[in-house]
Nanobody, 126 residues
Framework: EVQLVESGGGLVQAGGSLRLSCAAS????????MGWFRQAPGKEREGVSC????????YYADSVKGRFTISVDNAKNTVYLQMNSLKPEDTAVYYC???????????????????WGQGTQVTVSS
């Protein structure tokens, strides 16, 4: 059974930091691009970040470049999203995603992705 279990969300003040974790199981972690989407109330889903071990590619949405960092620990089958300098507009449900593509590309929400986590809420107060 495939599982993507997110953790690390919560409430933080603007300017603060959070680290999201996503523990994966049930598939060959190294063969998948791993990433994060987010969706705020009333807004469309947004691709936040991706990392692919297959070709070393990464993707960051313009809105998070320089503030968020994605990383993986292959020994733990876990992907992380370090979020610094958080802003109220970062408030959303964050979803961990896995896909069998070889490269991150533009990590667009218009595409189909293989696996999704249940989501974790991130709330940034002003």
């Amino acid at each position: 059974e495939v599982q993507l279990v997110e953790s690390g969300g919560g409430l933080v003040q603007a300017g603060g930091s959070l680290r999201l974790s996503c523990a994966a199981s049930g598939f060959t972690f190294d063969d998948y691009a791993m990433g994060w989407f987010r969706q705020a109330p009333g807004k469309e889903r947004e691709g936040v970040s991706c990392i692919s071990d297959s070709d070393g590619s990464t993707y960051y949405a313009d809105s998070v470049k320089g503030r968020f960092t994605i990383s993986v620990d292959n020994a733990k089958n876990t992907v992380y999203l370090q979020m610094n300098s958080l802003k109220p507009e970062d408030t959303a449900v964050y979803y961990c995603t896995a896909d069998g593509r070889l490269t991150c590309g533009d990590w667009s929400p218009l595409y189909e992705y293989d696996y999704w986590g249940q989501g974790t809420q991130v709330t940034v107060s002003s």
